[in-house]
């Protein structure tokens, strides 16, 4: 009887360690995650947004099933781990606790060691720590590779988006500047709205841009990034387009964006 008690402890406490096979994303940022390291079978659903085209792993999520991310949605599917980054309900852990399904919140690195745990830590709640560690190794040696190869004496550098914002201290475009050896010219904190005289008056010595090719914003006429003005100040300056994947949230994979800049900086 003892032995066999002990067995049923082993059993119970396994399958309250099993790794997820219903996990469900409710937002394209969180998609990034659960397709970098959940196995396909263990997907129930993405999000909408996990085919959009600064989706960075947009390719792997054809076929798979898609959510709008509603409460009534999701629980339907039967999730035993929902996966979110602003998706869902702002209180979604509480929301879903109540129905007896965890969530797991990634995302808003606002540096790469930051997102380097967030990465092992997904990972682990996925049940796929080998990949996550795997994934981490290669960032490691892309960091170390972009710190041997950094410029001298830090270029000044300015991330501009197509609707004229620009990043400051503590995001992880900041952080991408400076591992790509550069100098972020703007000190302030988080993201500003720049006037667009501002813009145009002092230029650095690299203009990144980010979001100036999308699709939604080639259409939109409003926008800072289509003034005559900007337009003519950035032909006259040196720039290098972003990856629309690569920046479109806040994770490991805006290593692509930093790789991007570096090479811009070694190439003046």
Same mark, same amino acid.
């Given at each position: !009887?003892?032995w066999?008690?002990?067995?049923?402890a082993?059993?119970?406490?396994?399958?309250a360690?099993?790794e997820?096979?219903?996990? $469900?994303?409710?937002?394209?940022?969180a998609?990034?995650? $659960?397709?970098?390291?959940?196995d396909?079978a263990?997907?129930a659903?993405l999000?909408?947004g996990s085919r959009?085209?600064?989706s960075?792993?947009?390719?792997?999520?054809?076929?798979?099933?898609?959510?709008?991310g509603?409460?009534?949605?999701?629980?339907?599917?039967?999730?035993d781990l929902?996966?979110?980054?602003?998706g869902?309900?702002?209180?979604?852990?509480?929301?879903?606790?109540r129905?007896g399904?965890?969530v797991?919140?990634?995302g808003? &690195?606002?540096?790469?060691?930051t997102?380097? @745990?967030?990465?092992?830590?997904?990972?682990?709640a996925?049940?796929?720590?080998?990949r996550?560690r795997a994934? /981490?190794?290669d *960032?490691?040696?892309?960091?170390?590779?972009?710190a041997?190869?950094a410029?001298?004496?830090?270029?000044?550098? !300015?991330?501009?988006s @197509?609707?004229?914002a620009?990043a400051?201290?503590?995001?992880? !475009?900041?952080?991408?500047?400076?591992?790509?050896?550069?100098?972020? $010219?703007?000190t302030? /904190?988080?993201?500003v709205? *720049?006037?667009l005289?501002? !813009?145009?008056?002092?230029?650095p010595a690299l203009? @990144?841009?980010?979001?100036?090719?999308?699709?939604?914003?080639?259409?939109?006429?409003?926008?800072?990034a289509?003034?005559?003005?900007?337009r003519?100040?950035l032909?006259?300056?040196?720039?290098v387009?972003?990856p629309?994947?690569?920046?479109?949230?806040e994770?490991?994979?805006?290593?692509d964006?930093?790789?991007?800049?570096?090479a &811009?900086?070694?190439?003046?």
């Amino acid at each position: !009887m003892r032995w066999f008690i002990c067995a049923l402890a082993l059993v119970i406490a396994s399958a309250a360690h099993a790794e997820p096979r219903r996990i $469900v994303s409710l937002d394209y940022c969180a998609d990034q995650f $659960v397709l970098a390291l959940a196995d396909r079978a263990q997907i129930a659903a993405l999000s909408r947004g996990s085919r959009r085209d600064d989706s960075y792993y947009r390719e792997r999520a054809a076929g798979i099933r898609q959510t709008r991310g509603t409460l009534e949605e999701t629980l339907a599917l039967q999730p035993d781990l929902v996966v979110r980054n602003w998706g869902g309900p702002w209180d979604a852990e509480q929301v879903y606790a109540r129905f007896g399904v965890p969530v797991l919140q990634v995302g808003d &690195a606002p540096d790469f060691a930051t997102a380097r @745990a967030d990465l092992i830590d997904a990972a682990q709640a996925i049940g796929q720590p080998a990949r996550g560690r795997a994934i /981490a190794h290669d *960032l490691d040696l892309r960091l170390a590779r972009l710190a041997a190869n950094a410029p001298e004496n830090a270029p000044p550098v !300015m991330y501009l988006s @197509a609707a004229g914002a620009v990043a400051g201290s503590g995001t992880m !475009m900041d952080a991408a500047i400076r591992a790509a050896g550069g100098r972020n $010219v703007r000190t302030e /904190a988080s993201w500003v709205v *720049l006037p667009l005289e501002r !813009m145009i008056e002092t230029p650095p010595a690299l203009i @990144a841009l980010g979001f100036f090719d999308h699709g939604r914003n080639r259409v939109n006429p409003w926008l800072p990034a289509r003034h005559p003005a900007l337009r003519r100040a950035l032909a006259d300056a040196r720039t290098v387009s972003l990856p629309l994947a690569a920046i479109s949230c806040e994770a490991w994979f805006a290593i692509d964006a930093a790789e991007r800049i570096n090479a &811009a900086l070694r190439a003046s």
